[in-house]
C-alpha cells in the first residue's frame, strides 16, 4: 500500500526507489493514517503543490517520519518568527526540504 501510495503522490517507480533507499523505515513503521497522509496534507497547506511536495519527498523522505508537533510546526513558527514569509518558507522547502 505504501508504494502505491507514493504513486498517487507522484512519484515515478525510480523516485519511489529513490525515497525508499534513501528512507528504509517509509516502508516499515510508519502508519499511512496516522503518520504518511497528515505529513502529505501539512505540505500541502503550508503552501507546497503536488509536484513540490513529491520532489521533496525524493530529496528528503524522512521528512514524513519527522513529528508535526516537535518538528515541523515548531521549525517553520521559527522562520515565521524570523520574519520569512509563508511565500518564501514555501520556496526555501521546495527547493531545500531538508530545511525542516
Known amino acids: 500500500p505504501k508504494v502505491q501510495w507514493l504513486k ?3 512519484l515515478d517507480e525510480l523516485q519511489v526507489a529513490i ?3 534513501k528512507f ?3 516502508l516499515g513503521s510508519y502508519s499511512l493514517e496516522n503518520n504518511l ?3 502529505l496534507q501539512w505540505l500541502k497547506n503550508l503552501g507546497l503543490d503536488d509536484l513540490q ?4 519527498i525524493v530529496k528528503f523522505p524522512s521528512l514524513l517520519g519527522l513529528s508535526l508537533e516537535i518538528n515541523l510546526n515548531p ?4 522562520l515565521r ?5 509563508d511565500s518564501q518558507i514555501v520556496g526555501a522547502v521546495a527547493r531545500f526540504p ?3
Open 19 to 21: 525515497a525508499i533507499v
Open 37 to 39: 497522509k497528515p505529513k
Open 98 to 100: 531538508q530545511l525542516l
Open 53 to 56: 511536495v513529491a520532489n521533496a
Open 75 to 78: 521549525k517553520v513558527q521559527s
Open 81 to 85: 518568527d524570523h520574519g520569512f514569509k
Open 24 to 26: 528504509p523505515h517509509l
Open 8 to 10: 498517487n503522490v507522484g
